[in-house]
């Protein structure tokens, strides 16, 4: 049988491209019995409650709505308060331990994913892995991967070099990757924003731990950076 799945994310004032992102979701080639999803709601001032709402009627059972308000930051691309994001994000790991699912597919509402990227990412049976992002798209450097380095100062700079054709260790990543149950349940291992963005203190904690942190090159999904 396959291993179960959550997916999800904190989601705010996603409106203009949830659509796309749930039917992204629903088109992934993996048993839909055996994945149920979990939305963290804050401070939304469009319909997106309303996309959700219909999403989990349309899926009882399969489908946990958690509305958290009271942030007060802005919601724009570059604005969000890393410390606010990180605990959204524990919120969902504590979703995630509550639920018997074996993985936590993590996928930022802005992105779409292949059809087939689930299942692959559960093969390469790592601890955590995850796909390729392009981050480009608004600053106009397509070199721009959720892919990151540590240096020896302690910077964290993207790799721009990676191969696509196979797995590669990376000491940073986010937007769309698969943790294993134990990271979070037996390692403790939770997002914080003392170094900056919460994905980055996810993956120190991580390493910590010593987890290995992967990237599967020959996975890229769509990143939707701006209004459609």
């Known amino acids: 049988m396959e291993r179960k799945v959550m ?33 963290i709601v ?13 999403f989990a009627h349309k899926y009882p059972g399969q489908v946990y709505l958690v509305e958290n308000n009271g942030g007060n930051t802005p919601h724009q691309r570059g604005q969000y308060s890393f410390k606010r994001l990180a605990y959204l994000r524990n919120l969902l790991l504590m979703e995630f331990l509550r639920s018997d699912c074996e993985y936590l ?3 930022d509402s802005d992105i779409l994913v292949p059809p087939h990227s689930l299942r692959a990412l559960i093969n390469n049976q790592c601890d955590i892995v995850s796909c390729l992002v392009c981050n480009g798209a608004v600053i106009g450097d397509e070199s721009c991967y ?4 540590r240096d020896d100062r302690g910077h964290y700079l993207h790799i721009r070099n990676f191969p ?14 698969l943790i294993k149950r134990q990271v979070i349940s037996e390692l403790g291992v939770r997002y914080g924003a003392r170094n ?3 994905d980055i203190g996810f993956c120190e904690s991580a390493r910590q731990k010593g987890v290995h942190i992967y990237c599967d090159g020959r996975l890229e999904c769509t990143h939707v950076m701006k209004q459609l």
Request: hydrophobic share 35%; with cysteine; aromatic share 12%.
């Open 146 to 149: 959720n892919v990151l380095h």
């Open 7 to 39: 997916i999800g994310c904190p989601v705010r004032n996603r409106a203009w491209i949830l659509p796309a992102y749930l039917q992204s979701l629903e088109a992934l080639d993996y048993p839909r019995e055996r994945i149920i999803y979990c939305f």
């Open 196 to 198: 900056g963005a919460e």
């Open 42 to 54: 804050n401070d939304c001032e469009d319909s997106t409650p309303d996309i959700l709402g219909n």
């Open 164 to 177: 696509r054709d196979r797995l590669f260790r990376v000491d940073c990543t986010g937007a769309a990757y």
């Open 105 to 107: 597919f993590s996928v």
